[in-house]
Nanobody, 116 residues
Framework: QVQLVESGGGLVQTGGSLRLSCAGS????????MSWYRQVPGKERELVAF????????NYADSVKGRFTISRDNAKNTVYLQMNSLKPEDTAVYYC?????????WGQGTQVTVSS
């Protein structure tokens, strides 16, 4: 059974930091491209960052470049999103996603709220 479980969300003040984690199980984690998305009510889910398999290539949305860092630990089947210099507009539910070919899996999401 495939599972992606996010953790690390919460409430933080503007300028603060959070680190999100997403632990995968039930699939060959190291061979999947891992991504973080976010979504606010009434808007489409947007790609925040992705990291290739096994991890040499990373890409970021313009809105988070220089502030967020995606990384992965294939030994722990976990992908991370380090979020620094947080802004109120970063408030959203953050989801991780695993993709390989036609296979795609989502986590259940973790809420990040940045207060002004």
């Amino acid at each position: 059974q495939v599972q992606l479980v996010e953790s690390g969300g919460g409430l933080v003040q503007t300028g603060g930091s959070l680190r999100l984690s997403c632990a995968g199980s039930g699939f060959t984690f190291s061979s999947y491209v891992m991504s973080w998305y976010r979504q606010v009510p009434g808007k489409e889910r947007e790609l925040v960052a992705f990291i290739s398999s096994p991890g040499g290539n990373r890409n970021y949305a313009d809105s988070v470049k220089g502030r967020f860092t995606i990384s992965r630990d294939n030994a722990k089947n976990t992908v991370y999103l380090q979020m620094n210099s947080l802004k109120p507009e970063d408030t959203a539910v953050y989801y991780c996603k695993a993709v390989r070919g036609q296979s795609a899996y989502w986590g259940q999401g973790t809420q990040v709220t940045v207060s002004s």
